[in-house]
């Protein structure tokens, strides 16, 4: 079965400080692709980043990037330079078969402090 | 733009009552989900539909029921609600034609049982 773990319920980050968003995961299927998403107090949830199994290279989208970790199955988050609008639930989820069945962590509520 | 919408974005209803919860989405996606969300659990699948009229139990199936009649739309029926029922309610949608095959996400139901 696969399964996410976030380890981190709450964190604060100072303002325009780097922070990064724990994320493991347990799967024993070697194709598979990592996803965060970011959910405000408004409740849409917003994909923020992709990683598959395959990749090469970890991925970056503008502020965000995935410190990807095969052999360690972590898939951490980084946001570098803090925005008071980053305050937010955070959710990493995993999806092994294409299409189907994903699966997602409890999420860990981000505080951005001004 | 993907658009995803839900019918309600909070509901009342009472114990025993017959309840439905409506997705429609605008950009001809294959793939549906129904997600129940709670405080600490993440997001859990309930059932997921990968083609018109096919449906797929995902999680937590167990009080709820789905029908996709047509391919924009993805109804969540709660056949006697309980209490225990109380939460926030996601849809989403995905294709593997968008190449990442991320989910997109409504704004989510807090559907509220007494």
């Known amino acids: 079965a696969q399964k996410i773990t976030q380890t981190q319920p709450g964190m604060f980050v100072q303002e325009k400080e780097a922070v990064t968003l724990d994320c493991t995961y347990d799967t024993s299927d070697p194709s598979y692709g990592l996803f965060w998403y970011k959910q405000p107090s408004s409740g849409e949830m917003i994909f923020l980043i992709y990683q598959g199994s395959y990749d090469q290279q970890n991925a970056t989208e503008g502020r965000y990037s995935l410190n990807f970790q095969k052999a360690r199955k972590s898939a951490n988050l980084v946001i570098s330079a803090s925005q008071l609008g980053d305050s937010a639930m955070y959710f990493c989820a995993m999806r092994v078969d294409y299409g189907q069945n994903f699966v997602f962590g409890p999420g860990t509520r981000l505080s951005v402090l001004p | 733009d993907v658009k995803v919408t839900q019918s309600s974005r909070y509901l009342v209803k009472r114990t025993g009552e017959k309840v439905f919860l409506e997705c429609v989405q605008d950009?001809?996606?294959?793939?549906m989900f129904w997600y129940r969300q709670d405080p600490g659990l993440g997001l859990r699948l309930i059932y997921f539909s990968y083609d018109v009229k096919m449906k797929e139990k995902g999680d937590i199936p167990e009080g709820y029921s789905v029908s996709r009649e047509k391919k924009e739309r993805f109804s969540l029926i709660l056949e006697s609600a309980s209490t225990n029922q109380t939460s926030m309610y996601l849809c989403?949608?995905?294709?593997?034609?968008?190449?990442?095959?991320?989910?997109?996400f409504g704004p989510g139901t807090r559907l509220t049982v007494l």
């Open positions: 989403a949608s995905s294709s593997p034609r968008t190449g990442v095959d991320e989910q997109f």
């Open positions: 950009m001809d996606h294959e793939n």
